[in-house]
């Protein structure tokens, strides 16, 4: 298996990170559904955008998960959090920049850090997106094609060309003495008045997405928190996790569980976003800490760990 970048990160990071993730890949082959490994290989090039943005890329399509370029400043990762006030910037020459096309769109929750630039991208890109309810109400909100949009609950299985993405019911990690999701809520039924302040991007229910690409599949939570009833059995050759979970008792330890132990664990959401993308990563999570509990869990997943705008070959 080999392995292209697009630029060389500030810290050789991944030579000290790498475990024996091979043998792993075929253990997961052996197990079968359709959400398992298989022997060949898809092509698919795994692009980390910052935070929960990826891009998935093969010769015939581009999927993106949380596609969120324009990284306008929040405070998020100061001691005072996030400023719910903070105005909602669409940085348009940021994303055709940095995400030139798109076929399917993923939407995990209604964060502005996941779905502030979706509608803009969808509108210029013709892409299908899917999302919750109060998620596609949003982003309607917000100028997105209504045409476009696909609502989903959980539980689906969408056949798409060279691929199929399955939806799972999530949660959002929770925070404080009460354990509440920042900015929760739902907004069913009408669209609402546009979304100005980053507080009226809401959670909006939480999706995990499978992303099947036949030789090589894909598991992205959204959030530090797992449902292990509805996810159990799931064998994907990556699984993306983030720090946190701090209310998830065994967060990392159950997901890797119920996922098989799969060969690989991509290190997702550790970025400062209010840094920029352009220049190597600065951490706003922990994500040493979660190496080592995937370590100590797992042994034979291999933990990657990529920088802003780097890629990795599956």
Do not use: C
């Not at 940085?91 to 803009?120: F, N, Q, R, S």
């Amino acid at each position: 298996m080999t392995e292209k970048r697009d630029r060389t990160p500030a810290l050789q990071r991944r030579n000290l990170l790498k475990g024996t993730g091979v043998a792993a890949v075929a253990a997961a082959a052996a197990g079968g559904g359709v959400a398992a490994a298989q022997t060949d290989t898809a092509g698919v090039r795994l692009r980390w955008l910052g935070t929960n943005a990826w891009e998935f890329t093969t010769e015939a399509a581009t999927v993106l998960i949380d596609p969120w370029v324009s990284r306008f400043p929040t405070g998020a990762y100061t001691s005072g959090g996030a400023d719910p006030e903070t105005k909602i910037e669409v940085h348009e020459d940021v994303i055709d920049e940095h995400l030139p096309k798109a076929d399917t769109i993923l939407v995990t929750h209604g964060h502005w850090d996941h779905i502030a630039d979706v509608p803009y991208l969808a509108g210029r890109t013709g892409a299908t997106v899917l999302g919750t309810e109060t998620h596609l109400n949003l982003m309607r909100a917000m100028g997105a094609p209504d045409d476009q949009l696909s609502q989903v609950a959980g539980g689906e299985l969408y056949q798409f060309e060279g691929y199929t993405v399955e939806v799972f019911r999530s949660s959002h990690s929770t925070s404080g003495e009460h354990k509440r999701i920042l900015f929760g809520g739902t907004r069913p039924g009408e669209v609402p008045k546009r979304p100005k302040r980053i507080k009226d991007l809401i959670e909006g229910g939480s999706l995990t997405y499978l992303l099947d690409f036949g030789g090589v599949s894909f598991f992205n939570m959204g959030s530090a928190s797992v449902h292990h009833h509805e996810i159990e059995g799931v064998r994907p050759t990556v699984l993306f996790l983030q720090p946190g979970g701090g209310h998830t008792p065994d967060f990392v330890e159950r997901a890797l569980e119920s996922t098989g132990f799969p060969p690989y664990v991509v290190a997702s959401h550790w970025d400062d976003f209010d840094e920029p993308l352009t220049e190597p990563a600065v951490k706003g999570g922990d994500w040493e800490a979660l190496r080592d509990r995937v370590a100590a869990a797992s042994p034979d997943t291999e933990f990657l760990l990529l920088d802003h705008l780097e890629s990795h070959d599956f």
